[in-house]
């Protein structure tokens, strides 16, 4: 799916109000996805002057909500936000830095998986997280002999 789109005219589609920090914290996601709410505050205000962290908290839940962005938060990590919302794709994640990365649903549909016991629940979702190594930190591993 592609985000390439106005934020204004998103936000416009989702019933929000179109403001400035609004504009500035979709466009922050969308130029470095997967970014955490420090780095996106950084970037708010690079191109606004003064934002408040809170400010910026309370726009990222807002066009959460809204559909807007999603939050994913991996084990051990801040909060991590991307506009690239309603496709069920998964994520790598490197163990070592960090890093996020997308990959597409396994199967192209939610949930791609199905529990091995239902035990009742009408099931919509499955959060798929693939932990690992990343190429540039297998590369600064010490050979391994195996
Ligand atoms: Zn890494
Ligand atoms: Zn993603």
């Known amino acids: 799916m592609r ?5 204004k005219a998103q936000l416009r ?8 920090p609004r504009v500035a914290v979709l466009n922050a996601v969308a130029a470095d996805p997967h970014s955490d709410a420090d780095h996106i505050a950084a970037a708010v205000r690079d191109e606004l002057g003064s934002v408040s962290t809170q400010a910026v908290y309370d726009v990222l839940k807002a066009c959460t909500a809204a559909g807007l962005l999603r939050r994913i938060e991996p084990a051990g990590s801040a909060a991590r936000y991307e506009a690239r919302t309603g496709d069920n794709h998964h994520h790598l994640v490197c163990r070592s830095c960090g890093t996020v990365v997308d990959v597409d649903c396994v199967v192209g549909e939610a949930p791609c998986l199905t529990p091995s016991q239902t035990h009742g629940f009408a099931v919509d979702e499955a959060e798929v997280v693939f932990w690992g190594l990343c190429a540039s930190c297998r590369r600064d591993a010490p050979v391994d002999a195996t």
């Open 13 to 20: 589609t989702a019933g929000l109000r179109v403001t400035a």
């Open 3 to 7: 985000h390439d789109i106005d934020p």
